[in-house]
């Protein structure tokens, strides 16, 4: 698929995660806002009013959040440039089908990146096969969207990319660690060798990263929010997303 295609175009979206999640006031959040409920900073045009200062005006999770393209897909596609406000008949419809459509797209991103790697070639034909199988599901209707089990949907890609990622990393040569799923908040990790491991779903809120080395480790799902990842090395980094390192700290040294 092409990059625009799972990258967000805000300009082609009613605003919709401006509206349809729920957030708590927190470190993320400066109000709380019900689900449903357009945020006080979501102009008349679906753009918003602070998008330059989001951070300073207390809305960081705004800025590390990544649909990946979803939010145009629900609004041009499933619902074909219509928007809850000027058809207000589609709001709730149309507010539950975007994380429906985010998993999708998120699963979308996972499997491309996947089909990137040389060292998955044997796995190409069913990664393929995932993908256009993915993309099928993401033209549905609203009904078919909301019918589908999108964990269980989940649960049936994701040992594919696993096998994906152990053969890119396996390139790592060597012993490799492995935190999947890891408690790793805060942990003091500068200048960890790191090179093909794991990272799955772990938990590297603030960990000191710096200068660690981190060719060829698989990042899927890890949580960054204040990783210090300044000086490390990420070269060939497996599944690292733009909002993970958004969501880290990796200015200079």
Known sequence: MKE?????????CAGLCCVAPAFAK?????????????????????RCDIHDRLPQRGFGGCVVFDCFGAGQQVTQVTYGGRDWRATPTIAPGMFAVLPVMRQLHELLWYVTQALELPAARRLHPELTAARDETLARTA??????????????????????????????????GRRADHRGANLIGRRMRGAKLRGASLRGALLIG?????ADLRLADFTGADLRGTDLR???????????????????????
């Open 4 to 12: 625009l295609e799972l990258r967000a175009d805000c300009g082609r």
């Open 26 to 46: 927190s470190s993320d959040f400066a109000i709380d806002k019900p689900a449903g409920k357009a945020c006080p900073n979501l102009r008349d045009d679906f």
């Open 140 to 173: 549905g209707t609203p009904e078919e969207l909301l019918a589908l089990d999108v964990d269980a949907y989940r649960r049936k890609i994701n040992p594919l990319l696993q096998k994906a990622s152990e053969l890119a990393r396996a390139e790592a040569g």
């Open 207 to 211: 960990a000191d990263l710096r200068e």
């Open 231 to 253: 000086g490390a090395d990420l070269r060939d980094a497996l599944f690292l997303t733009e909002a993970q390192l958004k969501a880290a700290v990796t200015g200079d040294l």
